[in-house]
């Protein structure tokens, strides 16, 4: 699957929770919300991009799929 298909697949799927217009996406390309590793997650510590995605708050990290 095309990396961008992809990516608008898994972010069509996160809880953006209270993340502001302005991390969907920020200047980097990464789209910011809701962590699904950890249910604690209140702030919107989980990025995402076509770079892969990462959880500031519990460490959860990975590249997505080619």
């Known amino acids: 699957m095309d990396p961008d298909a992809l990516l608008a697949v898994v972010i069509g799927k996160l809880d953006r929770g209270q993340v502001g217009n302005r991390q969907w996406p920020d200047s980097k390309g990464e789209y910011w919300a809701i962590c699904p590793y950890h249910a604690d997650d209140r702030v919107g510590s989980f990025s995402v991009s076509v770079r892969g995605y990462n959880c500031f708050a ?9």
């Open 58 to 66: 519990c460490g959860a990290k990975g590249g997505l799929p080619a």
